[in-house]
Each structure stands twice: as C-alpha cells, then as structure tokens.
C-alpha cells in the first residue's frame, strides 16, 4: 500500500516556524517513502477561520517548495460525515448531552485535588451523566445549549487496550508501540455547542476518509493520540502510524503561536528569508527525520 501523508493547519492565523517545521518533515517523510502528501484545511472553529488565512497557507506552503493532492478537503464540508460518526456513538449509548458552562464547570472543580486532563483543563464533572432521561429531553426539546461528550468509561471498556505504533517519540521519550490511556481525557467533547463536531471526532473521520497511513504532528498533541485511537476503535475505523517531533519554541522555550508575528512565514519572507532559510532555523538539515 502507497504511503498516505498529511499536512493539516486551521486558517485561523499565519503560519508561522512551527508550521513550517512539521509541513516539511511530513512532505520530507512522504517523498522519503514513495507516498502521497495531502493537504487538508481544518475550518470547523468558525468565529476564528478566515479565507485570507487560508489563501496564505497556500501562498506559504507554494513558497517552501511543497506540492499536494487535489481537491484540498476543508472540514466544513463535510459535517454529514461527522453527523455520521455521532450518531454510531448515539447508537452504541456512547455519548451525552453536557449542559454545564465554563462558569459552573470552574466551581464544580475547584478544589486542589480534581484531577485534570493533559492539556491542564479539569476533567469534565458528572453532574450531567446524573441527570434523568426525562429532564434531558426537555433542556435539549428548549434548545438549552450543550455539548456532546464521550461517557469515557463505558467507551474504553467497549474498546479493550489501545496502542498505536510511534515513529517519532513523545514528550517522556515514547516510541515504538505505545499504549494508550484516553481515562486521562474523561469525558471529552465529540460534539461542540455550534457544530456537530470536535476536533477529536473530526480529525479521526478525517484521516480514515483520507485513507491516511501516517501521521506526522508535534509532541504537544502526542497525549491526544489516547483519545483518537480510542474513536478509531469505537468507530471501526484504521489507526494510522503516528510521528510525534519536537516542538519549535521561541527565545525563552515557549511553543509558538500565531500571535507571534515575527516569526510568521510571511514576515520572514518579506524580510529576505529564502526556503532554505527557513529549513536551517528549525533544524532539518540537521534532523530530516524530525523526531
């Protein structure tokens, strides 16, 4: 089977060194291997998502040297899709409606010990997974905003052990085959309050649409590979193999953000940087393999 690679920004702001540095080590990896590179735009954040942006990824990623496959898939084109998967989830009584807002979810865990998942956000509270059928029916029959989220425990006992096989390594060094642990997640969103997806759902229906066999990304979203595997399992879906590389930072070790405008894309280019000046400041003429 041909090796299926993918790159995969929101248009919600320019790209900056850290783009640039994961585009090119998966484009790098997919040449490396005979595959084919695709280019997917991940527009569900609507408030956030702009056309200019993602004129730019495309002026950006033409300028560094990379080529993909058309047509480019934007996943606010396909929400069926993900409509699709939810309603698997409904069916297997996987999912719920979680009413509570950032106010009432901050109170509810405010104490020191409330465990908290791997992005440092608490674990969501089970004050809705105790609510009776009858008072659900009614807030979701009024239009109550909600949520839907995975009912955790029921879904990893469905779904048995999950690992996936990592290329690259994690943030404690992981490698090889990796088991994972989605009960550091709790019940995570599968479905926003404005669109019937997440970004955890969407990305899972994405790359098994895509038929995407690797998965080249950065170590801050190695922990979230758990939650994946877990959909793929409960929606009987593949589990590509995964690539997690280290992160560019800037002067004092943070992760960029497109907030930071000096090291966008366009602003290198328009001070004079070439492509291949871009590929020395992240380091892959040192490190093609990126991990």
Same mark, same amino acid.
């Given at each position: ?16 060194? &850290? *783009? ?42 033409? /300028?560094?040297?990379?080529? /993909? ?21 409904? &069916?297997?009584? =996987?999912?719920? !409606? ?14 020191? %010990? ?5 992005? &440092?956000?608490?674990?969501?509270? !089970? +004050? ?13 029959? @009024? ?11 029921? $879904? ?34 599968? $479905? ?7 970004? *955890? ?5 994405? %790359? ?5 066999? +690797? ?12 939650? +994946?595997?877990? =959909?793929?399992?409960?929606? &009987? ?35 004079? @940087? ?18």
């Amino acid at each position: 089977m041909q090796p299926i690679f993918r790159f995969a920004p929101s248009p919600n702001g320019e790209l900056h060194l &850290g *783009h640039a540095f994961s585009a090119l080590a998966s484009y790098a990896l997919c040449r490396q291997m005979g595959g084919r590179f695709l280019l997917r735009i991940e527009d569900i954040d609507i408030g956030r998502t702009r056309p200019e942006f993602e004129a730019a990824i495309f002026r950006d990623l033409a /300028w560094l040297g990379l080529t /993909w496959e058309e047509p480019v898939r934007r996943q606010s084109e396909n929400m069926t899709a993900y409509r699709a998967a939810l309603d698997r989830l409904a &069916g297997e009584r =996987l999912i719920y !409606p979680a009413f509570m807002t950032r106010g009432e979810i901050a109170a509810a865990t405010s104490t020191p %010990d409330w465990p908290r998942d791997p992005d &440092g956000a608490p674990v969501y509270p !089970p +004050h809705d997974r105790l609510l009776s059928t009858e008072d659900v029916s009614r807030r979701v029959a @009024a239009g109550e905003p909600h949520t839907l989220r995975l009912i955790s425990d029921d $879904a990893i006992a469905q779904a048995g052990i999950l690992s996936w096989h990592e290329e690259g390594r994690g943030p404690e060094g992981e490698s090889g085959t990796v088991t994972g642990h989605p009960e550091a997640w709790g019940d995570f969103v599968v $479905a926003r309050k404005d669109i019937p997806t997440s970004y *955890h759902l969407a990305v899972v229906v994405d %790359d098994a649409d895509q038929s995407i066999t +690797h998965v080249v990304r950065g170590q801050d979203l190695f922990h979230a590979t758990s939650a +994946h595997v877990l =959909l793929q399992r409960l929606l &009987g879906l593949p589990t590509p193999v995964y690539h997690h590389h280290r992160l560019i930072t800037d002067a004092v070790g943070r992760k960029l953000s497109k907030s930071d405008r000096d090291t966008s894309l366009r602003a290198l280019r328009e001070n004079g @940087a070439t492509p291949a000046d871009v590929r020395a400041m992240v380091g892959l003429q040192q490190d093609v393999r990126a991990d």
